[in-house]
């Protein structure tokens, strides 16, 4: 499996607390069957987001671990002001991999007004807007309609593994489900945070969605689309989108086509 979002990287957010809870996360994640992990710390008003440290970090994580396990950065990338005027000038700075994909978190308090706006001139830089863990946001649960224009609009969706498990709480779990079987979903992630609270792993999600929604459909959220955001590549999977703008059919009980 292929984690593209969690905070593995120490000392820079609100994820690992030192090298020492790195390397525990890391083993946490060789052990339940993950190959490849993006540290993707915050870039937020509140978490300076350097660069280059990140970049130090990683390598020095990837250092201990040897071949066992395969690191790559990228950032929690929030919509504003700063953000948006030097992702115009450093775009790999910000992206998973320093490739073309972007995770785009959002505020539970509130949406921008111009967000299409923003992810569309983010597309036009060469962006894929991946927006995150939207089940887990209050305000994108009542207005799953904004969900779906992002779709259309081109961007892609990133559910919590932990969802699935009930463990962000049972509001987020039906709309993780059933936003899976409304085929909305590209990826699932652990964004995992520490050892215990907020673990890296995914298999026992990954077990919940493949009952839920059959194992080709496991294979491609947790493996085969996260691994092509990993390498820069476009999605194997694609989820087929109703077209919104289309009113809705009123069909007979019985009706043949």
Request: charged share 25%; proline share 5%; aromatic share 8%.
């Amino acid at each position: 499996m292929v984690d593209i979002h969690c905070h593995i990287l120490p000392g820079l957010d609100d994820g690992a607390d030192s090298f020492e809870e790195s390397l525990q996360m890391a083993e946490m994640a060789i052990a339940d069957g993950i190959t490849h992990v993006v540290g993707t710390p915050h870039s937020s008003d509140r978490y300076r987001f350097d660069s280059e440290l990140v970049l130090r970090r990683r390598d020095e994580l990837q250092a201990r671990l040897g071949d066992r396990l395969k690191l790559a950065s990228g950032c929690d990338f929030h919509l504003n002001f700063e953000n948006l005027q030097d992702i115009r000038a450093n775009t790999a700075k910000y992206t998973i991999n320093q490739k073309n994909y972007l995770l785009v978190e959002l505020n539970d308090f509130a949406i921008p007004p111009n967000i299409e706006e923003n992810l569309n001139q983010l597309q036009m830089m060469g962006v894929s807007p991946i927006i995150t863990h939207p089940e887990r946001n209050a305000l994108i649960r009542r207005h799953p309609e904004r969900l779906r224009k992002w779709l259309h609009q081109g961007c892609t969706v990133q559910i919590t593994a932990m969802s699935f498990l009930g463990k962000f709480g049972s509001e987020a779990q039906k709309t993780a489900e059933s936003w899976l079987d409304q085929q909305m979903v590209h990826f699932v992630a652990s964004d995992a945070h520490s050892t215990r609270r907020r673990p890296l792993q995914l298999s026992e999600a990954c077990k919940a969605v493949a009952a839920r929604s059959g194992d080709s459909i496991a294979q491609a959220l947790f493996t085969d689309n996260p691994l092509a955001v990993f390498e820069g590549r476009h999605l194997p999977y694609e989820p087929e989108q109703p077209d919104i703008s289309a009113k809705p059919i009123r069909r007979k009980r019985f009706s043949f086509f």
